[in-house]
């Protein structure tokens, strides 16, 4: 399937989570086998050939780092949210609308030197992103870009992240 074709599947739900807000919604690309296969090829296609380990941010940027791991047989390694893992090496707050939220990255899971690409999603503020790089970069890595299917343009993620590689397969 066409990479065009695949996104077409993504569904618009208005007013989730809240009144006013457009959620979109990946599930039935992912649902998908071709659309699948399309974005997760897509994405490949724009990681820097140093990458060796494939930083997914939990939860749905696990959908998406597994298969490119798997695939192009990068290591995985997931941010994870507080309070799931067993032994943290580094945590890093991040802004939501509302409140702060954090990222965890696991013990001996990134090693100095490593060549890292962020995997997600969506860029939206870009908040969730900047925190993954941060722990990444302090645990000696190098962020060899911040890939994510969709970039919801109006929320300055790009510009946060300014000086990375930034790709997305669709800006909105
Ligand atoms: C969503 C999305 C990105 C993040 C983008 O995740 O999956 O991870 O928000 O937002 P930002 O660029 O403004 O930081 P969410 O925190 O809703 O959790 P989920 O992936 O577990 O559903
Ligand atoms: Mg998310």
């Given at each position: 399937?066409?990479?065009?074709?695949?996104?077409?599947?993504?569904?618009?739900?208005?007013?989730?989570?809240?009144?006013?807000?457009?959620?979109?919604?990946?599930?039935?690309?992912?649902?998908?086998?071709?659309?699948?296969?399309?974005?997760?090829?897509?994405?490949?296609?724009?990681?820097?050939?140093?990458?060796?380990?494939?930083?997914?941010?939990?939860?749905?940027?696990?959908?998406?780092?597994?298969?490119?791991?798997?695939?192009?047989?990068?290591?995985?390694v997931?941010?994870?949210?507080?309070?799931?893992l067993?032994s943290?090496a580094?945590?890093?707050?991040?802004?939501?609308?509302?409140?702060?939220?954090?990222?965890?990255l696991p013990s001996?899971a990134?090693?100095?030197?490593?060549?890292?690409?962020?995997?997600?999603?969506?860029?939206?503020?870009?908040?969730?992103?900047?925190?993954?790089?941060?722990?990444?970069?302090?645990?000696?890595?190098?962020?060899?870009?911040?890939?994510?299917?969709?970039?919801?343009?109006?929320?300055?993620?790009?510009?946060?992240?300014?000086?990375?590689?930034?790709?997305?397969?669709?800006?909105?």
């Amino acid at each position: 399937m066409k990479l065009e074709n695949a996104l077409k599947l993504l569904r618009e739900v208005p007013d989730f989570p809240r009144p006013g807000v457009v959620f979109r919604d990946l599930t039935p690309v992912l649902a998908d086998p071709d659309a699948l296969r399309a974005v997760v090829d897509a994405l490949q296609d724009d990681i820097h050939p140093d990458t060796q380990v494939v930083a997914a941010i939990e939860s749905r940027g696990f959908l998406l780092g597994a298969p490119l791991g798997y695939g192009w047989r990068y290591g995985v390694v997931p941010l994870r949210k507080p309070g799931k893992l067993p032994s943290v090496a580094d945590r890093e707050p991040y802004e939501l609308e509302y409140g702060t939220a954090e990222l965890e990255l696991p013990s001996e899971a990134i090693r100095p030197g490593q060549h890292v690409v962020i995997v997600d999603d969506v860029l939206a503020t870009g908040g969730t992103a900047e925190a993954a790089c941060t722990l990444v970069e302090r645990a000696g890595a190098i962020v060899t870009g911040v890939s994510v299917v969709l970039e919801i343009t109006a929320l300055g993620g790009r510009e946060r992240l300014a000086g990375r590689n930034v790709s997305a397969l669709l800006a909105v």
